[in-house]
């Protein structure tokens, strides 16, 4: 239609008689809409964004899982810019490199090697420079994709088919958060601890009409990377998860090193969430030299592999408390991180949900992979026992299958005439080795098909049973959790107070 409307009606084109408010108007619609639904806002079965999800199945078609060897990073950037993005390599390649960053990520989907950017705000190198690779927590996105487990579309140019979304094995929305700005809309979800989400996961199978407040039993609150201690009061934290909008405040941990005769000072050793430390430190030298932090004398960074920050007081008779006070009110050492739990629903519609609802949309995920996973075993079954079938006629009548394979012009449709057969067995029967039959292949087969039937009906009643659907999916989510460790040990992490 645009070009049709750039050409003239002599060159072919049409003049489209539209008052130019709503021109205007709708264009600016589809254009939101796209950016909402394309780009902006996470999915909120598996926590990704079309650009994220993209970067991970092409990962996946090439092979890098985690115990594959690196690959540039500009391979796998050309890969989704060429098959599936049609934007900026640079745009793809920031989305990569915040899927590596452990200090943005709590459970980081991409393993890098080389430099992929750091706390203090430092840029990742070029993409030509760094290697990446996939996680075992990617690999649990993606797990059972290529088993019907998921609806796949057209890519942009009709060329490959792309996920609409990924199997996750784990609430990942939640587990790693999600932040973006759409047009007239916007999301900002922390991290959370994954054995914590599990937990909560197992709990509404038990408990369907589990609340908000028995969740935060098992959930108490977000868990960034950078760790922290949220000073939040538990009634709003409680108010934040039911609607699905509110904040929390997180402050620096921090302790004081004596030093004898009465000196000391206060090493910093985690710093809230999205929070640069070159920046930090600069804002603490700032309040310094503007003299607006008369209690404080000095900073120092003296970070290695851990974060260490040096505060010295002005005098040794200040209190560490009321240092730490003033400089909360100051600085960027306590911060409010927002929660906006705005997602795109199964129908792919935007709203804000609460945690149960969040929690409530993952399960219903899982359980609708687990039975299109389930249907397509079973039909493997179908399909390999009716070869079986087949194949165990070669060996009641052996002299005549080798008799008609001999001496017919066309032995597939002879054999299909003389022992009923359909295609499939007849193209399986005809593929048999000559060594393959024997005595002992026979009893083989048999003990495959009988294997095979015992799963059939295990699987069939799986797909008759709710309860047992949704015990399978309890017992998938332990097993996931298995791959990540106990994961319950805050003091490495968030702590709340």
């Not at 430390?277 to 209690?295: G, H, T």
């Not at 390999?384 to 070669?394: F, N």
Request: net charge negative; proline share 5%.
């Amino acid at each position: 239609m645009a070009d049709d409307i750039t050409r003239s009606p002599e060159e072919g084109g049409r003049i489209v008689d539209e008052p130019i408010g709503e021109a205007l108007s709708k264009r600016y619609l589809a254009y939101a809409l796209s950016t909402i639904t394309s780009r902006a806002l996470p999915d909120v079965r598996d926590g990704l964004k079309p650009v994220h999800r993209r970067v991970l199945y092409a990962m996946k078609r090439l092979n890098l899982t985690a115990d594959a060897a690196f690959r540039k990073s500009a391979k796998v950037v050309g890969d989704v810019m060429g098959d599936y993005h049609p934007h900026g390599d640079q745009s793809i390649y920031d989305a990569l490199v915040r899927l590596a960053q452990d200090f943005n990520s709590r459970y980081p989907l991409i393993d890098g090697q080389g430099n992929f950017g750091n706390i203090d705000g430092d840029s990742p190198a070029a993409m030509r420079y760094t290697e990446s690779r996939m996680t075992k927590a990617a690999e649990a996105l993606l797990e059972g994709i290529d088993e019907d487990s998921v609806d796949f579309r057209a890519s942009y140019d009709g060329s490959k088919e792309e996920p609409v979304v990924l199997p996750a094995a784990f609430p990942n929305l939640l587990a790693n958060g999600s932040s973006g700005i759409a047009v007239g809309m916007a999301t900002s979800i922390p991290p959370h601890n994954l054995a914590e989400l599990i937990d909560g996961c197992l709990l509404l199978i038990e408990n369907s009409k589990a609340t908000t407040e028995d969740l935060l039993k098992v959930i108490p609150g977000p868990d960034f990377p950078t760790g922290g201690i949220v000073v939040e009061a538990p009634e709003t934290i409680r108010d934040a998860y039911e609607t699905g909008r509110g904040g929390f405040r997180v402050r620096a941990r921090w302790h004081t090193e004596d030093l004898g005769r009465g000196m000391w000072r206060i090493v910093v050793t985690e710093i809230p969430h999205l929070v640069q430390k070159s920046k930090l430190v600069e804002a603490l030298a700032a309040v310094i030299e503007n003299k607006k932090a008369p209690l404080l004398g000095d900073v120092r960074d003296e970070s290695a592999e851990d974060l260490r920050l040096v505060l010295e007081p002005k005098a040794r008779t200040v209190e560490p408390e009321i240092l730490m006070e003033s400089l909360f009110k100051l600085t960027a050492l306590e911060s409010r991180i927002p929660l906006n739990m705005n997602v795109l629903d199964a129908t792919g519609a935007p709203r804000v949900m609460s945690l149960k609802e969040v929690l409530r949309a993952f399960l219903d995920h899982r359980r609708d992979v687990l039975q299109r996973r389930t249907a397509f075993r079973l039909d493997k079954i179908a399909q390999r026992l009716d070869v079986l079938a087949g194949l165990l006629i070669v060996f009641l009548n052996l002299d005549e299958v080798i008799r008609i394979i001999r001496n017919e012009d066309d032995p597939k449709a002879k054999l299909i005439q003389r022992f009923k057969l359909n295609e499939t067995q007849a193209e399986a029967i005809l593929n048999t080795r000559l060594r393959q039959l024997r005595k002992l292949e026979e009893m083989e087969i048999r003990r495959e098909d009988a294997a095979l039937r015992a799963e059939q009906a295990e699987l069939q009643g799986l797909l008759e049973d709710t309860r047992k659907q949704w015990r399978k999916v309890g017992a998938e989510l332990k097993e996931t959790r298995k791959l990540f460790g106990p994961g319950s040990a805050r003091s490495e992490a968030t702590s709340l107070i």
